[in-house]
């Protein structure tokens, strides 16, 4: 299966620790999309980012928060000395180009839970 | 700034019965895309239907198609012979094309569920 792969499914940290999200794209795919959906709620959109740049990260909290899509390697979601309203579902979405026709395809999201 | 606005928060639908799921948007764009996911109760998010801006017919995919209105700002998604595997979240989306912006907004969602 070539699906956008993400990982871990569920991750468990302690407030102040840091928490690492991966994101493998689908094969051939260039554009990369960080969402949050917090319990019974939509998906808001937080970073975009194509091979080594960030194009749009107005969705991004400012504090605590990073993303990187390097050259070689997964997208990866950065939240540092996490808090309880952290806790949520992140999801990646990639889509071969930016076109407002190209459906984005989504992983399967990340469980954060902040003890 | 874009908005989608699903106004039902949850529907039921007998199984092998039709069922519309509602969905307005607000953009000032002329080009924009608009989608349906599907997400069940697992948690992934499942693509299931696009319909452009220009495009001068509904689409259809399967058992969805989408009844779009464009001077009304609607995009509503119609499952046709709804089955127990459809109950899920549905969550109308929309994208535009805008210098830099690239991303899907996302309405609130709908749950349905379908009984038998």
């Known amino acids: 299966n070539a699906g956008v792969m993400q990982n871990p499914r569920h991750l468990v940290r302690r407030r102040g620790q840091e928490a690492r999200l991966r994101c493998s794209p689908m094969?051939?795919?260039?554009?990369v999309y960080w969402y949050r959906q917090l319990p019974e709620e939509g998906l808001k959109f937080m970073v975009y980012?194509?091979?080594?740049?960030?194009?749009?990260e107005s969705g991004m909290p400012k504090e605590r928060f990073s993303a990187e899509f390097p050259k070689e390697g997964p997208s990866i979601l950065r939240i540092q000395q996490v808090v309880r309203g952290d806790s949520a579902a992140y999801f990646c979405?990639?889509?071969?180009?930016?076109?407002?026709?190209?459906?984005?395809?989504f992983g399967d999201g990340t469980r954060l839970s902040i003890l | 700034a874009q908005k989608i606005t699903q106004t039902q928060p949850g529907m039921f639908v007998q199984e092998k019965e039709a069922v519309t799921l509602d969905c307005t948007y607000d953009t000032s764009d002329q080009s924009y895309g608009l989608f349906w996911y599907k997400q069940p109760s697992s948690g992934e998010m499942i693509f299931l239907i696009y319909?452009?801006?220009?495009?001068?017919q509904n689409a259809t995919e399967g058992r969805y198609s989408l009844n779009f209105q464009k001077a009304r700002k609607s995009a509503n998604l119609v499952i046709s012979a709804s089955q127990l595997g459809d109950s899920a979240m549905y969550f109308c989306a929309m994208r535009v094309v805008d210098t830099g912006r690239r991303a899907l907004t996302f309405g609130s969602g709908t749950r349905l569920q379908v009984q038998p």
């Open positions: 979405a990639s889509a071969e180009g930016g076109f407002s026709n190209q459906p984005q395809h």
């Open positions: 319909q452009g801006s220009y495009d001068e």
């Open positions: 094969k051939g795919h260039s554009h």
């Open positions: 980012l194509q091979k080594e740049n960030i194009i749009d």
